[in-house]
């Protein structure tokens, strides 16, 4: 297969990456990866299926079995990772571009947000697994008729070949999230990217090997979910899977992985609960609210999807919401000019506005009804405006079903009792935010809303020492700090008797 030209920097593989190399899947199958701006193909990419998954995952069960990468100080593991941050960093501009173009995603976003984060996971990983810390306890017990002095150790250790699987709304942060504290840990991998966005992950993986990452450690086998991921979930030899995607998906996943018993966890979608009170700063609630759920048109598993606002302030911010929504500019995501792109597929437009056509047979009318845009430009890409209804029912398939795209709904609502048993009203409970001058209240929303997630005046303040998750049908389990790396080991008791 033909190197496909992209970036300042030459050539980019679209080729499966396994055991330090790259390579054609075994049946040479390739799909397009399309430019949702343009639906044009950028490349033609590997279609890994079961005979590369067996590939992949013997690639990283020998690396893990014999290799140097598990045996390493965990110092010696931090200055590969540190070394893979500095060389995203030294390849920002060409990464960012690659994944505004494969994924849609503005720009300024990927270039000011997504490289430096992924930058980011590498170098938080590397110093969290040289400072964490093992236990030993210490005892006196009697043991075959005498005293004995009890030491006990608690090993930390890598719990071994790792599937991990990626959405596409922010593949190279997402790749880094999860890659980071697995092989921080002294675990091999195997990851599968989501089949539209799979170009910036493969290029993570030729930065792997610069940086010093041992043949067989990372392996990426691009394909879909029936053909590379269902058997890579399935396979004995795999010991956890972290998957960031769809509920579907990831219940499938849990049920597959039940079979061999292995750790799971789960970060799926949401339908968050964005709370405006009476004495909110207004202009920090307006835009906190329209960041919240228009970032990348809505395609975020974090967006504040459904927005209570108090009665007293709610005229007064509806007026300014709206203004600074209609201001938003729906354009081509390598401009700067541009705010929203476009979503990620034909098919997912489409799935957005049979949303919103169900939405409006139901008797809800949009305050602000958004639709594909006129400008010729735009018309070959999958771009759809902001749309937001204020429906009069809760139960409605708008306020309940994960949307992802920039659809939002917009409530009117009285007491904080009111808001919080509305907020809880889904099976979903990923974040949930508040906008209050009074801390008292913000604390109360907080300790009574099901989410695993609260924002009080801000969103998405990120520090990568917190967990990340959240409850009921967003998922299973936490990332983020302590908590990946709690997943990626497995503690072993050594028991000392003397």
């Not at 017990?141 to 002095?149: V, Y």
């Not at 899977?241 to 039940?258: D, K, R």
Request: hydrophobic share 40%; proline share 6%.
């Amino acid at each position: 297969m033909p190197q496909t030209p992209l970036g300042g920097d030459g050539a980019l593989e679209s080729r499966l990456y396994i055991d330090g190399a790259f390579a054609d899947a075994r049946d040479g199958a390739t799909f397009p990866t399309l430019d949702p701006a343009t639906n044009e193909t950028i490349a033609e990419v590997s279609a890994g299926g079961p005979a590369d998954v067996d590939r992949a995952v013997t690639a990283a069960r020998r690396a893990f079995d014999e290799g140097p990468w598990p045996r390493m100080t965990a110092a010696q593991r931090a200055k590969v990772l540190r070394r893979l941050g500095d060389l995203l960093i030294d390849h920002r501009e060409d990464l960012a571009r690659l994944e505004s173009r494969d994924a849609g995603k503005p720009f300024r976003e990927t270039a000011d947000r997504d490289v430096p984060r992924a930058a980011d996971n590498c170098a938080f990983f590397a110093g969290a697994i040289e400072q964490r810390e093992q236990s030993a306890f210490f005892d006196r017990k009697p043991f075959l008729g005498a005293p004995r002095e009890i030491v006990s150790i608690v090993r930390e250790e890598p719990v071994g070949v790792c599937a991990l699987l990626t959405p596409w709304n922010s593949p190279l942060m997402q790749a880094t999230w999860k890659i980071a504290p697995a092989i921080a840990a002294g675990n091999t991998c195997v990851l599968k990217p989501s089949e539209l966005t799979p170009l910036s992950t493969l290029k993570l993986a030729a930065l792997c090997g610069e940086a010093g990452v041992p043949d067989g450690v990372v392996n990426v086998v691009t394909g879909f979910g029936p053909q590379a991921g269902a058997p890579l979930v399935a396979d004995p030899r795999v010991d956890a899977v972290a998957f960031t995607g769809s509920e579907p998906t990831g219940i499938a996943i849990n049920l597959a992985a039940a079979a061999t018993l292995k750790k799971v966890t789960l970060e799926l979608g949401g339908k968050s609960a964005n709370v405006v009170c009476d004495d909110a700063d207004l202009d920090l609630a307006v835009e906190g609210s329209v960041l919240a759920m228009f970032r990348h048109s809505g395609q975020v598993c974090l967006a504040g999807t459904r927005l209570f606002v108090q009665a007293g302030i709610y005229e007064r911010f509806v007026e300014q919401f709206l203004a600074r929504v209609k201001a938003l500019r729906v354009g081509d995501p390598q401009s700067s000019e541009s705010d929203l792109g476009p979503l990620i597929s034909p098919q997912h437009r489409e799935r957005v506005e049979a949303f919103i056509a169900q939405a409006e047979a139901e008797g809800n009318s949009a305050l602000l009804r958004g639709a594909r845009p006129a400008q010729p430009a735009l018309a070959s890409g999958n771009y759809h405006e902001p749309t937001i209804f204020a429906p009069a029912r809760d139960d409605d398939r708008i306020v309940r079903e994960e949307v992802f795209g920039p659809v939002l709904t917009l409530f009117r609502f009285e007491t904080l009792d009111e808001v919080v048993a509305r907020a809880n009203a889904t099976r979903y409970g990923l974040s949930s935010y508040i906008w209050t001058r009074d801390i008292a209240t913000g604390m109360r929303f907080a300790e009574r809303v099901r989410a695993g997630m609260c924002w009080i005046n801000g969103y998405f303040l990120r520090d990568l020492r917190q967990p990340f998750g959240g409850r009921g049908h967003s998922g299973l389990g936490r990332e983020g700090g302590r908590w990946s790396l709690d997943f990626f080991t497995e503690p072993k008791l050594v028991c000392i008797a003397y």
